[in-house]
């Protein structure tokens, strides 16, 4: 399974809003109320479990969770700081 459908599964599995919905690369998770802050936080803790990878807070801002593009793009910049 590929990165960004390995993102889209652990929504689905972790936020009851996208349980029933189709998740696009660039379905706006944030801007379209499907992600409220505690929901990042959670994320971000899956995220750095399942890629073995450290989120520094200052290298993280809101919108790198608006989409699911938005955070294949974060991973990949957190991959290339490790």
Do not use: H
Request: proline content about 1%.
């Amino acid at each position: 399974m590929n990165i960004k459908n390995q993102i889209k599964d652990i929504l689905k599995k972790n936020i009851f809003e996208l349980e029933d919905v189709e998740i696009s690369d660039e379905l706006e998770l944030i801007s379209k109320g499907y992600l409220e802050s505690f929901d990042i936080i959670n994320i971000i803790s899956i995220l750095e479990m399942k890629f073995n990878i450290n989120m520094p807070i200052e290298e993280i801002e809101m919108i790198d969770f608006n989409t699911v593009n938005n955070i294949y793009c974060l991973i990949e910049r957190i991959k290339a700081l490790e």
